[in-house]
Nanobody
Framework: VQLQASGGGLVQAGGSLRLSCAAS????????VGWYRQAPGKQREVVARISSDRTSNYADAVKGRFTISRDIRKNTLYLQMNSLKPEDTAIYYC?????????WGQGTLVTVSS
């Protein structure tokens, strides 16, 4: 099983990025999925999640700016990030919880310059 995150990069404040997470060896299906991030010197935190009941939840810091979605046919998870701020700078990880197992992507770096 592998989750491959991509789409990170350097962007100016106010810009946008779309992160992707492609799964191989497993399927996202309608299992719980999410995006997390870890900034330098800080703990990993949840950014956005889609629960198994298909409801989406967002961290207060990103509400109204980020959107999580998935394409079942492409077996890919997305995070659309708009109005980016320097404090959004972090490594972003995708996550899948399937029955009792949890899987993580390798992370993709997002750097927002002021």
């Amino acid at each position: 099983v592998q989750l491959q995150a991509s789409g990170g990069g350097l962007v100016q404040a106010g810009g946008s990025l779309r992160l992707s997470c492609a799964a191989s060896g497993t399927t996202f299906g309608y299992n719980a999925v999410g995006w997390y991030r870890q900034a330098p010197g800080k703990q990993r935190e949840v950014v956005a999640r889609i629960s198994s009941d298909r409801t989406s939840n967002y961290a207060d810091a990103v509400k109204g700016r980020f959107t999580i979605s998935r394409d079942i046919r492409k077996n890919t998870l997305y995070l659309q990030m708009n109005s980016l701020k320097p404090e959004d700078t972090a490594i972003y990880y995708c996550n899948l919880v399937k029955t009792i197992k949890e899987y993580w992507g390798q992370g993709t770096l997002v750097t927002v310059s002021s």
